[in-house]
Nanobody, 116 residues
Framework: VQLQASGGGLVQAGGSLRLSCTASGFTFRNYGMGWFRQAPGKEREFVASINLGGGIRDYADPVKGRFTISRDNAKNAVYLQMGSLRPEDTAVYSC??????????WGQGTLVTVSS
């Protein structure tokens, strides 16, 4: 199983970034997907999730209205469109996959740095 995130970088506050995560080694369309982030010195936290078909999405309160999760089952990919970025959004962002309620697999992250 591989989950590879990309698209991170340095952006000014108020800017936007789009993260991508490509999956391999499992039947992507059968798994819910999520994004998590971990800031320096902090615990990993949930950011967003999306169900198998993409019709049900969930967001952490700090990102509601600013971030959008989506998926393309034909490309085995999940995306996170991030807007109105804030310095507190600075973190390593990783994607994860789940069959049930718990996430089973985690991928390498991509660093997002938001400057003030």
């Amino acid at each position: 199983v591989q989950l590879q995130a990309s698209g991170g970088g340095l952006v000014q506050a108020g800017g936007s970034l789009r993260l991508s995560c490509t999956a391999s080694g499992f039947t992507f369309r059968n798994y819910g997907m999520g994004w998590f982030r971990q800031a320096p010195g902090k615990e990993r936290e949930f950011v967003a999730s999306i169900n198998l078909g993409g019709g049900i999405r969930d967001y952490a309160d700090p990102v509601k209205g600013r971030f959008t999760i989506s998926r393309d089952n034909a490309k085995n990919a999940v995306y996170l469109q991030m807007g109105s970025l804030r310095p507190e959004d600075t973190a390593v962002y990783s994607c994860a996959a789940r069959r049930g309620k718990e996430f089973n697999w985690w991928g390498q992250g991509t660093l997002v740095t938001v400057s003030s």
